[in-house]
């Protein structure tokens, strides 16, 4: 199926080679033993997929969001799942847009070498959930040191990461005039801080993202880790969250085109009572319209991407983008499932794991209602309702 012509044909082509060398068996592999793709993201990082975003002065390619979204969206068209690696990609921004010089030097050529992987960061806590700005990790300033206490939850691939973004309050909620003020971001060293302060529990789970529960007592991170100034964090780690939201929204299209793909090419097959089951309308049609929502998925993520490149406001377009392509994927993934009967479920098609893995998205990494809500209150103007 042909999503709308663009100039990114050598990044697709090229990760689509990548990607033919893990086919649908591996994954499902990897999704019957519960495990996680090593070999497809260590496969990904030798080739400099996920240096997409660090600046050629840093080992990278220096590419903006449009082309770093394209590799995901690729990905998970061929089969595969970005939630394995996108991590990296969107933490980058964090660093690459508020990081000093010295923290870029220090961390960003080794994470373009591969040597050091960033796919991690700990924002969600268990007692306050999507109500970020009363989170309750503390970090307090001693001397050349900050000491974190608390707990994170839902914190995917810390056992496939070096290195940790985390949100945590350095001044308390009732210190502060407003709510989103008063937190800061660290780079956390997980090698040094697990056993020394930071204690990692697994939540058995999803596949491919395999989150934890982080217990913080005591930990002590270098005041040198603080990215940007201490209370900002917040506002800094938006502009991660945009980048996030509009990376997990090509994801969901590359899904959504799997999807129709795999359906349309069932419906021309399978023959019921004497003709293919794509020429009855009851067929063809949950599919067209999934194939339109996708493809007007697909404007927005664009549109979000090139105004997060041109450092532009796009709060209201990478929420927008997230919540049309994830709404897209997943009607495309229900009548994919539809269209196979019986056989959807059956785990050799891949329809129902890829089902799975598509629903994840109306929920994290911000929920549907959130987006909404945003969208009512800081576009349309309606009053707060929490
Ligand atoms: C597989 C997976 C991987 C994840 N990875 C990470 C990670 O790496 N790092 C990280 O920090 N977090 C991560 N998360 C957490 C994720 O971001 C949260 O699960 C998500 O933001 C929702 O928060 P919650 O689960 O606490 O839901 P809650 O905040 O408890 O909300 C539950 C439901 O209630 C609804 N709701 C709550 N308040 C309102 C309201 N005011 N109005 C309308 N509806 C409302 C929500 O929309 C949601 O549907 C991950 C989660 C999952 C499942």
Known sequence: MNASPDRFHDIRDGVRALCAEFPDSYFRKIDEARGYPDAFVDALTRAGWLAALIPLEYGGSGLGLAEASVIMEEINRCGGNSGACHGQMYNMGTLLRHGSEEQKRRYLPGIASGELRLQSMGVTEPTTGTDTTKLKTTAQRKGDRYIVNGQKVWISRVQHSDLMILLARTTSFAEVKRKSDGMSIFIVDLHRAIGHGLTVQPIANIVNHETNELFFDSLEIPAENLIGEEGKGFKYILDGLNAERTLIAAECIGD????????????????????????????????AEA?????????????????????????????????????????????????????????????????RETRLYQVAPISTNLILSYIAEHVLGLPRSF
Not at 256 to 282: H, L, M, S, T
Not at 308 to 324: I, Q, V
Not at 338 to 347: D, E, L
């Open 291 to 355: 194939y339109i929502e996708i493809e007007a998925a697909n404007l927005m993520r664009f549109r979000a991407c090139e105004l997060f490149d041109a450092r532009k406001p796009c709060g209201a377009e990478a929420n927008m983008a997230k919540y049309l392509a994830a709404k897209a994927s997943w009607e495309a993934a229900n009548a994919c499932l539809q269209t196979h009967g019986g056989f959807g479920f059956a785990s050799e098609y891949d329809v129902e794991r890829k089902f």
């Open 256 to 287: 959504g085109y799997w999807f129709i793909d795999r359906a349309a090419k069932y419906a021309n097959e399978r023959i019921v009572f004497d003709r293919p089951i794509g020429k009855n309308q009851g067929v063809q049609f949950p599919l």
